[in-house]
């Protein structure tokens, strides 16, 4: 990939500004914890695992206000910013998990040095990034297997590289079986209403030299009926202890008529997103979002003024309907019995 989502640029992260792709490639460089919150929420950077280290930059950001107090006080509000910044977006488990590990640090600390903390909290935040590389290429390996030369995948969302510090979760599994000397091609589902599949799936997918067909969202079912489809491979914001997926709004259609056309259904994850204190997928909180995201499109009213909106941004998929889990750990069979 010759690209970053987020990066360190001295007290400063480094953020691709995913909402001006594919026409312009963007970097804004945020030193205000609060800008970097907004970057979350807008969209500029997500995908579970990206907000997961976002959140953890975010609180580095923070730390590095100028502030004349003991450490112990400094300690507490950045405690508190971070309880901020872990509710910008609530469906994503790894926000919460990213900004956890920075608190930790905080907590652990012993010494009355703010500059020796600061460089303890940019390494976390380093170290994060880092391990979500590795986490990525090993998701990559253990799926690859499972992918046989010249298959079809369909994906719905982004879940490569843009959202996460390596080359993705379910993408992954489509770039190293590539670079296993498989022929693979892509169905990628536009994903209304803030078309991750159009904008950045098929954008990341070509520059990797990958053959990819972007649909709408509703010729999934069509595709899959005339046998176009070999599987389907999605990432997912948070895998309840009951094995039911949240992910992008339409994973759970897409699931159905997966299992309807005796098409395999792979979610893929690093350990991070599977939440172990939340029992099953209807306890697991969605996320809504702005009305004005289904009633505009690029500064175009495209719904009449004042008509009901419902925006859920996720939805879950019951572990009956998944094939299997792709984890950095191995491969895991889901509820579909197969
Ligand atoms: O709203 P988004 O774009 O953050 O939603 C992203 C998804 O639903 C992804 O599929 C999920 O976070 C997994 S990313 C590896």
């Known amino acids: 990939m010759n690209f970053t989502v987020i990066e360190r640029v001295g007290k400063k992260a480094k953020i691709l500004d995913q909402t001006q792709l594919p026409t312009r490639v963007v970097y804004n460089e945020y030193?205000?914890?609060?800008?970097?919150?907004?970057?979350?929420?807008?969209?500029?950077?997500?995908?579970?695992?990206?907000?997961?280290?976002?959140?953890?930059?975010?609180?580095?950001?923070?730390?590095?206000i100028d502030v004349n107090m003991?450490?112990?006080?400094?300690?507490?509000?950045?405690?508190?910013?971070?309880?901020?910044?872990?509710n910008v977006r609530p469906t994503a488990v790894n926000l919460g998990w990213g900004v956890d590990r920075i608190v930790k640090v905080i907590e652990d600390y012993k010494g009355d040095n703010m500059d020796e903390l600061r460089g303890f909290i940019w390494d976390e935040a380093g170290a994060i990034l880092d391990e979500d590389r590795i986490l990525c290429d090993k998701i990559g390996e253990n799926g690859a297997a499972l992918i046989n030369d010249g298959d079809t995948i369909l994906?719905?969302?982004?879940?490569?590289?843009?959202?996460?510090?390596?080359?993705?979760?379910?993408?992954?599994?489509?770039?190293?079986?590539?670079?296993?000397?498989k022929k693979i091609s892509v169905y990628a589902?536009?994903?209304?209403?803030?078309?991750?599949?159009?904008r950045l799936t098929s954008w990341e997918l070509m520059k990797e030299g990958i053959d990819v067909t972007l649909i709408c969202d509703n010729m999934a079912a069509m595709v899959m009926r005339q046998g176009k489809i070999d599987k389907v491979i999605v990432g997912t914001d948070r895998v309840a202890k009951n094995g039911d997926v949240a992910n992008k709004i339409g994973t759970y259609g897409v699931a159905v008529l997966a299992k309807e056309h005796n098409v395999p259904f792979y979610v893929a994850l690093p350990y991070s997103t599977f939440d172990n204190n939340i029992p099953t997928?209807?306890?697991?909180?969605?996320?809504?979002?702005?009305?004005?995201?289904?009633?505009?499109?690029?500064?175009?009213q495209t719904a009449p003024d004042g008509v009901k909106v419902y925006s859920p941004a996720f939805d879950i998929t019951p572990r009956e309907l998944v094939t299997a889990y792709i984890t950095d750990k191995g491969v895991t069979p889901g509820g579909r019995g197969e």
Not at 281 to 300: A, L, Q, Y
Request: with cysteine; hydrophobic share 40%; net charge negative.
């Open 189 to 198: 589902d536009e994903t209304r209403p803030l078309l991750q599949g159009a």
């Open 155 to 181: 994906t719905h969302c982004n879940a490569g590289a843009l959202a996460t510090g390596g080359i993705g979760t379910a993408l992954a599994v489509i770039y190293t079986a590539k670079n296993q000397g």
């Open 31 to 64: 030193g205000d914890y609060r800008d970097i919150m907004q970057s979350i929420k807008k969209l500029e950077i997500r995908g579970a695992p990206a907000i997961g280290i976002a959140g953890a930059f975010a609180v580095a950001v923070a730390a590095e």
């Open 281 to 300: 997928g209807d306890d697991i909180p969605i996320e809504e979002r702005d009305p004005s995201e289904i009633t505009n499109w690029g500064g175009v």
């Open 70 to 86: 003991e450490v112990g006080q400094y300690k507490i509000i950045l405690s508190q910013v971070a309880e901020e910044i872990k």
